[in-house]
């Protein structure tokens, strides 16, 4: 074993603090862009797998709370994502309310000590997860990230930019 290799776990170990502290940071009801919403329920959904892995049941119904509980999206986002998926956004909101259901099924099979209603009940949420990044990825990420890009290239350089005039002084 190389010397280097017995600090990852340290690593990973510090990178998951700072991300869940500072995910933290962010009040439950504030709203949040899409891609930080997905970010937020894979740390929950890795979170609840560590749990099941290493069966402790309070760690994976915390993390089913918290997804759950999903923050609301913005509400710019959003109104893309319907201009976006049209009459399929009923669809869309269908999976989001199982992917919510399914999650709050866990904690409380979790709750309960069921470790094998859990691990079924987590298959099922990361069935849903995988349905609708099939149906829903692709064509969501590449329609935000062109509207970022517009709405770069129309917002005039803030200050804070080096290369903008009050940046400069």
């Not at 918290?66 to 710019?76: G, N």
């Amino acid at each position: 074993m190389k010397s280097g290799s017995r600090s990852w776990p340290w690593t990973v170990g510090f990178t998951l603090l700072a991300v869940t502290t500072s995910s933290n940071l962010v009040a439950a009801d504030e709203p949040i862009s899409l891609k930080g919403a997905m970010a937020r329920l894979k740390l929950e959904l890795n979170q609840a797998s560590d749990g099941l892995l290493a069966s402790d049941m309070k760690a994976v119904a915390q993390a089913a709370r918290v997804m759950s509980q999903r923050q609301p999206v913005a509400e710019a986002e959003r109104v893309r994502l319907i201009a976006l998926l049209g009459p399929q956004i009923e669809q869309y909101e269908r999976i989001e309310l199982v992917v919510r259901n399914t999650a709050q099924r866990l904690a409380e099979a979790a709750e309960r000590e069921d470790r094998r209603e859990a691990l079924a009940t987590y298959f099922r949420l990361m069935d849903s997860c995988i349905t609708c990044h099939r149906e829903y990825r692709k064509p969501v990420a590449k329609a935000l990230a062109a509207t970022r890009v517009e709405r770069a290239a129309t917002q005039p350089i803030t200050d804070g930019d080096p290369l903008s005039e009050e940046g400069a002084r």
